[in-house]
């Protein structure tokens, strides 16, 4: 600035010798300002044209990488290096709009380096940008300067043209344009042949075919009150090899846990369908920032591009690594991008803090409740039948009140009578002295008991079937010899499982009784037509119809070759829910009792006698007695009837 003051003081006496000289001082003036501003560079330097077409220069300095243009006031002047003068509107040639300067009419004197200052209160930037004009070559259609584009061959591709800065431009200004595909020098038909127009940059061509070949964009439109054009040629080559545009296949904008103070790496890969070799740029970024780093030795770094051909286009993978995880790189996203002349595809995760380790306090939560688990199934496997009995005693409001079924009797006793086959003393004095005295007496419970309660005079077959129909259970008390003879047949025949047999056909049986007297000359035994009944009935109702529920009573040991003899229907019962056995209950007393002897034992020369069984209810037997009949509250206690027990 001194330089320029003292130029200014300086004396002149010729009028265009002091113009040159103001001429000169302006211009190093304009220099020194140039310098003092901040330069900015652009993507592209230059822009070409031809004498007579329109040429657009666009600063980029209006970008928010450069400041807050939103919220800072600033003003944009363009200048001409060449003769260092300002822009301004020129009509028909120059339109100064902005950050944008328009050539409505380019002449060859239009070459030169045009520079945009942007200035604000506080700075100063500054952008240059050169405007080459070629003159059009003889005989040919196309621009001197050309833009190259490969097509696939054989398939359908497209063309892009390259003014799209222009037309996006025109658009902010509400401007309509127009534009025209040549081929060469011919003009394209929208839609004729193999080409379509594609909105307003694109061409469209099926059936791509091998000859390269030049295809020219021509852009029209009115700026300024002047009609003019814009045009770009592209020169097209034809390969073979194709890629479709790629797909980034991981990472899948997904979230991902890891521990702090770790290592960490996650690949991205992308696939690009296609033949040959793709041309795509991968890149990791965070924050807005790309991670360039390939060195081992970084904290966050990437790996080379690896490359992995497929039958169907090709894969390729970049990993990201971070050495050592920190709190600031939790809870932000982590994107690969990838990109081609395609199209750009994306994909990120969420790097999130790993949950705290709980394997070792649920590992114990769930061994301990594996333990539990199998401890109770064992507890209730072997003392079911006294958590159940407890249960309904602590709880007997959770069940039915059974008073009001219908019902009179909770179990029907079935036996076999005297004179019958399979006869014992010691079963009847069971079923008449044994099972009333624990269950009606001490229990409460309410018996059936055929040859006590049966009402005289009445037919056999009328009270088997009211009294097993008025009944909530059936007891059935065998031994070995219940259902077979002496001679070891079966007691019944098969036909006697047929339940569909009338009742007048059982009277007749009853009637017609066959004794038969042993060799030996034992006493008369006759086949028990009530026995048979009170069985038929019973396994029609559980095994068919499943309204009653039977409970064996077995009162002496039963071998497998006894077992085979029984009729098939009991059998099935007794696999399917077993016995309740008497004779364990005797032989528990015999193993507890081995030292102690009776006193008549000994008067009998240290000979075994039978042991009195056990008629506390607390007994095993009648636990498990008390845990198959039905469940009932407290009931009045029934006098017994013994009618038939006097007669």
């Not at 803090?353 to 109770?376: C, E, H, Q, R, W």
């Not at 004794?515 to 028990?528: L, Q, T």
């Not at 507890?592 to 000994?602: A, G, K, S, Y």
Request: hydrophobic residues 35%.
């Amino acid at each position: 600035m001194p330089l320029c003051h003292f130029l200014r003081a300086m004396g002149q006496r010729s009028t265009v010798g002091s113009l040159l000289f103001f001429l000169w001082l302006n211009g190093i003036c304009t220099g020194f300002k140039l310098e003092n501003c901040t330069y900015y560079n652009r993507t592209f330097e230059s822009v070409y044209s031809v004498p007579g077409d329109m040429a657009m220069l666009n600063s980029t300095l209006v970008s928010s990488d450069t400041f807050n243009f939103t919220t800072v006031p600033y003003n944009i002047t363009w200048y001409n290096l060449k003769t260092g003068r300002e822009m301004s509107n020129q009509t028909g040639r120059i339109l100064v709009h902005r950050e944008t300067l328009w050539f409505l009419n380019v002449t060859v004197d239009d070459i030169a380096e045009y520079v945009s200052i942007l200035r604000t209160p506080s700075q100063c930037y500054r952008q240059g940008i050169k405007l080459v004009v070629d003159l059009p070559i003889a005989g040919q259609c196309r621009r001197p300067k050309k833009a190259f584009q490969t097509l696939t061959l054989g398939v359908t591709d497209k063309v892009s043209c390259p003014l799209k800065d222009y037309i996006s431009k025109l658009d902010s200004y509400n401007i309509t344009s127009s534009i025209k595909w040549y081929r060469g020098c011919d003009l394209i038909v929208d839609g004729a042949d193999k080409f379509t127009y594609m909105d307003k940059a694109i061409l469209k061509i099926e059936r791509v075919e091998a000859e390269k070949d030049s295809y020219t964009c021509s852009l029209s439109f009115t700026l300024g009150g002047i009609t003019g054009s814009v045009s770009e040629t592209i020169e097209t080559t034809v390969s073979d090899s194709y890629s479709m545009p790629p797909q980034v296949r991981e990472p899948a904008n997904e979230i991902i846990k890891a521990q702090m103070g770790s290592n960490f790496s996650k690949r991205c890969r992308v696939f690009v369908p296609g033949v040959g070799r793709p041309s795509v740029a991968i890149a990791w970024s965070v924050r807005d920032y790309y991670i360039i780093d390939t060195k081992p030795s970084d904290r966050v770094s990437t790996s080379n591009l690896r490359l992995e051909d497929d039958p169907k286009g090709a894969w390729l993978e970049v990993l990201l690594i971070i050495s050592e995880l920190r709190e600031e790189d939790f809870h932000i996203n982590y994107t690969c991008q990838a990109a081609s002349d395609r199209g750009p595809s994306k994909g990120y995760f969420t790097l999130l803090p790993a949950d705290p380790n709980i394997t070792i306090p649920i590992g114990s939560v769930l061994g301990g409740m594996t333990v539990l688990f199998i401890v109770s199934v064992t507890i209730y496997y072997l003392f079911k039948v006294d958590i159940v009995l407890w249960f309904r005693k602590a709880f007997p409001v959770l069940y039915t009140n059974t008073d009001l079924d219908g019902k009179l009797y909770d179990a029907y006793v079935a036996y076999a009578q005297p004179c019958a086959i399979g006869f014992s003393k010691e079963v009847e004095e069971f079923a008449l002295c044994t099972l009333p005295q624990v269950l009606e007496n001490a229990c409460g419970y309410k018996l059936f008991i055929g040859g006590r309660d049966c009402m005289p005079g009445k037919a056999i077959v009328d009270s088997v079937e009211e009294n097993i129909q008025a009944s909530r259970r059936l007891l059935l008390l065998y031994t070995a010899s219940t259902f077979i003879s002496k001679r070891h047949t079966s007691s019944t025949s098969s036909n006697n499982n047929n339940i569909s047999k009338s009742s007048d056909n059982i009277e007749r049986k009853t009637g017609d009784r066959s004794g038969s007297m042993s060799s030996d000359g034992s006493e008369e035994v006759y086949p028990d037509s009530r026995q048979q009944l009170e069985c038929m009935a019973a396994m029609h109702r559980a095994l068919l119809e499943g309204s009653l529920k039977v409970i064996l009573v077995e009162l002496e040991e039963i071998s497998p070759a006894q077992l085979a003899l029984f009729p098939e229907s009991v059998r099935h019962l007794r696999k399917k829910q077993g016995a309740v056995c008497w004779w364990k209950n005797l032989r528990t007393r015999q193993r507890w009792r081995t030292c102690v002897r009776r006193r008549e034992d000994e008067e009998k020369g240290g000979q075994d006698t039978q042991l009195s069984p056990s008629l506390s209810p607390s007994s095993r037997f009648w636990k498990e007695m008390r845990y198959s009949m039905p469940v009932r509250g407290k009931r009045a206690v029934y006098p017994e009837k013994t009618a038939l027990l006097n007669l």
